[in-house]
């Protein structure tokens, strides 16, 4: 099937389209956000959220948005053709974690957070804090997240190494005792003789995965899949060739990447220079 051509030059992806959609109607209209929650009677930050991509709303907003707009039916066919983007990738992120559990190794990139498995509580909740997660469902998910770690833990664990930029070690938390707890946590993981811990310096500039978080997975049948994930979708992998190319990106940073040795001290260096809190 010939490759479908791109004439608007918006965004492919629904949930993407669907935020660009808002951002143009709002901004074509001389609305700030505040005003435009003021018309509809919802929080103007509801909008926003919207707009980033954070969110999509529920079917009663987006009619309204659609009679305030005069766009009849139109943003609320974006919005399903999300709604089940979103249903999908929750589909294949449950067969990803299902195909983890029985992975023999997993070998990660990371762009600008650190992956589930090697985040403390700490900085579990600060992450999803900021990305606009409340409780209870805050509570349940690091929850949850503290839970994958027991995947590293025992002497069956599979077996890891992760790349994390250096981007990752400098975007430090807000609370500085969490980050020191954080820093000293991937130290320890680290002496684990299953766990392979590598830093890639920003000084290597440009490199083949320099927007896409992945991870790849080892099977028992000697299979190998992976896992793309950016700001806003996930997508798992499973197409040999596919996988091959990203395998040779992951390859090449990997080669720019400090050793275990080095990248070691590294995260030493960033530990001492976090302050220390006073003592009372």
Avoid at 45 to 58: A, R, V, Y
Avoid at 163 to 170: D, G, K, P, T
Wanted: hydrophobic share 40%.
């Amino acid at each position: 099937m010939p490759q479908r051509r791109v004439i608007t030059g918006r965004s492919q992806e629904p949930r993407q389209r669907f935020a660009e959609e808002l951002r143009i109607l709002r901004t074509g209209s001389g609305a700030s956000l505040r005003q435009l929650g003021e018309r509809l009677g919802w929080d103007w930050s509801l909008f926003g959220k919207m707009e980033k991509g954070e969110t999509i709303g529920g079917p009663e907003v987006v009619q309204a948005l659609d009679q305030h707009y005069g766009t009849p039916g139109l943003l609320l066919a974006l919005w399903e053709l999300a709604a089940g983007d979103q249903r999908q990738f929750r589909e294949q992120y449950r067969r990803y974690m299902a195909l983890e559990a029985e992975a023999v190794s997993l070998w990660h990139f990371a762009v600008s957070v650190l992956p589930g498995l090697l985040q403390t509580p700490g900085y579990a909740r600060e992450l999803l804090t900021v990305g606009g997660m409340a409780e209870p469902e805050l509570t349940q998910q690091v929850e949850a997240r503290m839970g994958r770690r027991e995947l590293l833990e025992g002497k069956e664990a599979p077996r890891f190494r992760t790349i994390l930029s250096e981007a990752v070690l400098r975007a430090g938390l807000l609370d500085t005792g969490e980050w020191r707890t954080q820093l000293e946590y991937l130290l320890e993981l680290a002496d684990r003789p299953h766990v392979t811990i590598q830093v890639l310096p920003l000084g290597v500039g440009p490199h083949a995965l320099v927007s896409t978080d992945v991870m790849f997975l080892r099977l028992p049948d000697a299979r190998t899949v992976a896992y793309t994930e950016s700001a806003h979708r996930g997508e798992l992998v499973e197409e040999n060739a596919s996988v091959e190319r990203l395998q040779r990106a992951y390859d090449a940073v990997r080669d720019l990447a400090l050793s275990p040795a080095e990248s070691r001290k590294f995260i030493l260096r960033m530990l001492e220079e976090v302050p220390c809190e006073p003592s009372s």
